[in-house]
C-alpha cells in the first residue's frame, strides 16, 4: 500500500473541496482516509491510502478535478503555494518500500503533465536534481529557475504548477497562541525550527489567522522518532510565556503513524482534535470494517 497526501489550495469553498473529495473517492480500490480545509491557510489536506495504482490514479484525478475548479491566479491565503494541486506527496505504507513511491510520484507526474498539461516539479526522493530535494527550495514564487522535471512550460496560466514527491511520513503540527501578533508566533518558529538552530527535523513558520483571530506556529515534522517532540511543545510554550503570551492548544493536519503517538502520546494529547481515528492505522481499520 502507499499513502498520498496532496494539499490544494482551496479551503474557503466546501463545494469545490467537496468535489476533489468526491472524484479522488470514486476511484476503485482507494480508501479515502479524511480530508480538512483551512480558510486562512486557504488550502485543504486531503489523505488517501491503497494499492500502488489506484493511489497514482487518485492523485491524478485530484489533480485535474483542482485545475477544473481552482483559478490559482485569484487564490489568496497566508500558506504558500504554487499550485492548484499544490503539493502532491507518496508515502510507502506497510511492506512498500521508498522505491514504491519514488516511482508512483514519477508516473502521476507524467499523467498530470499528459492529461491536464499542468507542469510537475519533483521533490525529496523523488527529485531528479539535488536542487530540488528540498521542497520549499522549489515551492517559490519563481520557482527555481530552472524548468519544470514534466512539461515545457514554467506554470499553467490557471492551475500553476505541481509539486510531486516521495518521502517518508510527515505529521503536520499546529499550535494556536493567546496573542494576535503574527511577529511573536515568527520568533517562536525561528526558535525552533532546524533551518535556524532549532530542533532537528523541524520546518515551522509564524501566522495571523483572521478566522480564529489569533497567531499560530504552523509546523511540519519531517522525522518524529528523530525529533524530542515533549521538548518542542515544552519550548513553544516557554518562549510564547516569554513574549506575554500562551500556548493554548495544538492541531493535528491530517494523519499521524501509531508509532509517533506510542513516542509522544501527550505531544498529540495537547491537540484539541485528537481522537484515535487520527492514528493511520485506527483509520485504515475503520474504513476496512465498514466496507
Same mark, same amino acid.
Given at each position: 500500500?502507499?499513502?498520498?497526501?496532496?494539499?490544494?489550495?482551496?479551503?474557503?469553498?466546501?463545494?469545490?473541496?467537496?468535489?476533489?473529495?468526491?472524484?479522488?473517492?470514486?476511484?476503485?480500490?482507494?480508501?479515502?482516509?479524511?480530508?480538512?480545509?483551512?480558510?486562512?491557510?486557504?488550502?485543504?489536506?486531503?489523505?488517501?491510502?491503497?494499492?500502488?495504482?489506484?493511489?497514482?490514479?487518485?492523485?491524478?484525478?485530484?489533480?485535474?478535478?483542482?485545475?477544473?475548479?481552482?483559478?490559482?491566479?485569484?487564490?489568496?491565503?497566508?500558506?504558500?503555494?504554487?499550485?492548484?494541486?499544490?503539493?502532491?506527496?507518496?508515502?510507502?505504507?506497510?511492506?512498500? %518500500?521508498?522505491? #514504491? @513511491?519514488?516511482? &508512483?510520484?514519477?508516473? $502521476?507526474?507524467?499523467?498530470?503533465?499528459?492529461?491536464? *498539461?499542468? !507542469?510537475?516539479?519533483?521533490?525529496?526522493?523523488?527529485?531528479?536534481?539535488?536542487?530540488?530535494?528540498?521542497?520549499?527550495?522549489?515551492?517559490?514564487?519563481?520557482?527555481?529557475?530552472?524548468?519544470?522535471?514534466?512539461?515545457?512550460?514554467?506554470?499553467?496560466?490557471?492551475?500553476?504548477?505541481?509539486?510531486?514527491?516521495?518521502?517518508?511520513?510527515?505529521?503536520?503540527?499546529?499550535?494556536?497562541? %493567546?496573542?494576535? #501578533? @503574527?511577529?511573536? &508566533?515568527?520568533?517562536? $518558529?525561528?526558535?525552533?525550527?532546524?533551518?535556524?538552530? *532549532?530542533? !532537528?527535523?523541524?520546518?515551522?513558520?509564524?501566522?495571523?489567522?483572521?478566522?480564529?483571530?489569533?497567531?499560530?506556529?504552523?509546523?511540519?515534522?519531517?522525522?518524529?522518532?528523530?525529533?524530542?517532540?515533549?521538548?518542542?511543545?515544552?519550548?513553544?510554550?516557554?518562549?510564547?510565556?516569554?513574549?506575554?503570551?500562551?500556548?493554548?492548544?495544538?492541531?493535528?493536519?491530517?494523519?499521524?503513524?501509531?508509532?509517533?503517538?506510542?513516542?509522544?502520546?501527550?505531544?498529540?494529547?495537547?491537540?484539541?482534535?485528537?481522537?484515535?481515528?487520527?492514528?493511520?492505522?485506527?483509520?485504515?481499520?475503520?474504513?476496512?470494517?465498514?466496507?
Amino acid at each position: 500500500m502507499l499513502e498520498c497526501v496532496p494539499n490544494f489550495s482551496e479551503g474557503r469553498n466546501p463545494e469545490i473541496v467537496r468535489a476533489i473529495a468526491d472524484t479522488i473517492e470514486q476511484t476503485p480500490e482507494l480508501l479515502l482516509l479524511g480530508w480538512e480545509s483551512d480558510p486562512d491557510h486557504n488550502r485543504s489536506v486531503m489523505t488517501f491510502a491503497g494499492p500502488p495504482n489506484a493511489v497514482v490514479e487518485a492523485a491524478v484525478r485530484g489533480a485535474g478535478k483542482a485545475a477544473q475548479l481552482i483559478d490559482l491566479s485569484a487564490h489568496q491565503g497566508v500558506h504558500p503555494r504554487v499550485g492548484a494541486a499544490d503539493v502532491i506527496p507518496f508515502v510507502p505504507l506497510g511492506e512498500s %518500500a521508498m522505491e #514504491d @513511491a519514488v516511482k &508512483a510520484a514519477h508516473q $502521476a507526474g507524467e499523467e498530470i503533465w499528459r492529461r491536464y *498539461g499542468i !507542469p510537475v516539479y519533483f521533490y525529496e526522493h523523488a527529485a531528479r536534481s539535488v536542487g530540488r530535494k528540498r521542497l520549499e527550495k522549489v515551492r517559490r514564487k519563481e520557482f527555481d529557475g530552472a524548468p519544470p522535471d514534466v512539461g515545457n512550460l514554467i506554470e499553467h496560466p490557471k492551475a500553476g504548477a505541481s509539486m510531486v514527491g516521495a518521502r517518508g511520513f510527515l505529521i503536520a503540527y499546529n499550535v494556536q497562541l %493567546a496573542t494576535r #501578533d @503574527a511577529a511573536v &508566533a515568527q520568533a517562536i $518558529a525561528r526558535k525552533i525550527r532546524e533551518s535556524s538552530g *532549532g530542533f !532537528p527535523h523541524v520546518k515551522a513558520m509564524g501566522l495571523y489567522l483572521a478566522s480564529r483571530d489569533c497567531a499560530q506556529v504552523s509546523m511540519n515534522l519531517t522525522n518524529f522518532e528523530q525529533t524530542p517532540l515533549d521538548r518542542v511543545w515544552e519550548t513553544i510554550a516557554a518562549e510564547a510565556r516569554n513574549h506575554g503570551t500562551e500556548a493554548t492548544a495544538g492541531e493535528i493536519i491530517g494523519f499521524i503513524p501509531r508509532r509517533a503517538f506510542e513516542m509522544a502520546p501527550e505531544f498529540f494529547r495537547r491537540a484539541e482534535n485528537f481522537s484515535e481515528s487520527r492514528i493511520l492505522e485506527a483509520r485504515i481499520a475503520e474504513l476496512l470494517r465498514s466496507k
